[in-house]
């Protein structure tokens, strides 16, 4: 996404979509990047410098000729659904976390003072608060899909940005209750609960961060204000 037109009066408008391909002279791949020190590489993000990269309008622009000023157009466009879509894989992953914490507590070979781990009271508690807390971000996911398919999804955006900012952070208490009950083995690479975590820890901030979304649902919900005051 590129500044294409930095004078025009609408800020919306100033960006276009580039797409440039890795062996164009003047790009260089300086590295790949480590995601919460895991490696990334090859289909991951990489460090890129582009140092005086020629782009062909028609073939480097995205919508060609006709695709300049549209680049935040585009992009908006696949954001809303693709927020969804890692709202749905959390809920998977979180499901999967789940029952690994099940089959954990389970254990008959694992006691702690005599019992097994799941006769412990604070770990029943926290089984059933992961079972609710899933079935809830479910519910918000499944109310931002019927949104999107009755509205499309700038008819859905609050259901979204509810979803956007509640699964990721439901699924990473989900996962680190997990790894708790695995004790160091949690936080090891003979289970995959480190790398759940290290992945949903992005999707706090991956295609808008927390803050935005938090702050836009709030500022919808205070325009209700009038309208609860008009009614009283």
């Not at 294409?4 to 990047?33: A, C, F, W």
């Not at 079935?135 to 499309?152: F, N, S, T, Y």
């Not at 160091?184 to 992945?199: C, N, R």
């Amino acid at each position: 996404l590129a500044i294409t037109d930095p004078s025009n009066p609408s800020p919306h408008k100033r960006y276009s979509l580039v797409l440039v391909e890795p062996k164009q002279q003047g790009v260089e791949i300086v590295r790949p990047m480590m995601v919460m020190g895991y490696d990334d590489a090859p289909e991951g993000h990489c460090e890129v410098k582009y140092n005086n990269v020629k782009v062909d309008v028609e073939t480097g622009i995205v919508g060609g000729r006709a695709g300049l000023g549209r680049g935040f157009e585009i992009i908006q466009a696949r954001l809303g659904p693709g927020r969804l879509h890692h709202c749905m894989r959390s809920i998977g992953v979180a499901n999967r976390a789940l029952d690994l914490l099940l089959l954990r507590v389970t254990d008959p070979v694992r006691k702690t003072f005599g019992k097994r781990l799941h006769e412990h009271g604070t770990v029943v508690a926290d089984i059933a608060h992961s079972r609710a807390e899933i079935d809830q971000a479910r519910l918000l996911v499944l109310a931002a899909a019927r949104q999107i398919d009755k509205h499309g999804a700038k008819g859905a955006l609050k259901e979204i940005g509810l979803a956007k900012f509640t699964v990721p952070t439901v699924a990473l208490k989900v996962v680190d209750r997990a790894m708790q009950v695995h004790g160091a083995e949690g936080i090891s690479q003979d289970q995959p609960l480190a790398y759940m975590y290290g992945s949903l820890r992005t999707l706090r901030y991956a295609d808008g961060p927390d803050e935005v979304h938090i702050q836009q649902i709030g500022k919808k919900e205070l325009k209700r204000a009038e309208e609860l005051r008009t009614r009283a």
